[in-house]
């Protein structure tokens, strides 16, 4: 359901979702609906159990997201090459804001 609704946004700024446990699935289709997301340009998505899929998938769309500057992914067991891959997806450092990873 939240992912519908971010695909239909055309509002909402920012969004708080840690710890409510979206695991894997979640990860994924939060990642999906951001493709189509024009608003949203900061995310908690803290302490979700996404997971490394989960992670990747949202790395992926970012690279083709230019509204989003704030991203917290900590506390979602990310191993050190995710992080890595996820910066450089995100291009954090090139004027794309910040990217919380760390456990």
């Known amino acids: ?3 519908e609704t971010l695909r239909l946004n055309s509002a909402l700024t920012s969004i708080e979702v ?3 446990g979206l695991g894997e699935g979640g990860g994924r289709a939060l990642a999906e609906a951001l ?3 024009t608003t949203l340009a900061s995310m908690n998505h803290s302490y979700n159990d996404l997971g490394e899929g989960g992670a990747q998938a949202l790395g992926e769309t970012l690279r083709l ?6 991203l917290d992914l900590r506390g979602n ?3 050190k090459e995710v992080r890595s891959v996820l910066r450089q ?3 954090e450092g090139e004027g794309n804001g910040h990217l919380h990873t760390h456990c």
């Open 1 to 3: 359901m939240l992912a």
């Open 18 to 20: 840690s710890k409510n």
């Open 35 to 37: 493709r189509l997301n």
């Open 65 to 70: 997201n230019s509204t989003v500057t704030w």
């Open 77 to 79: 067991g990310l191993g």
């Open 89 to 91: 997806d995100w291009g």
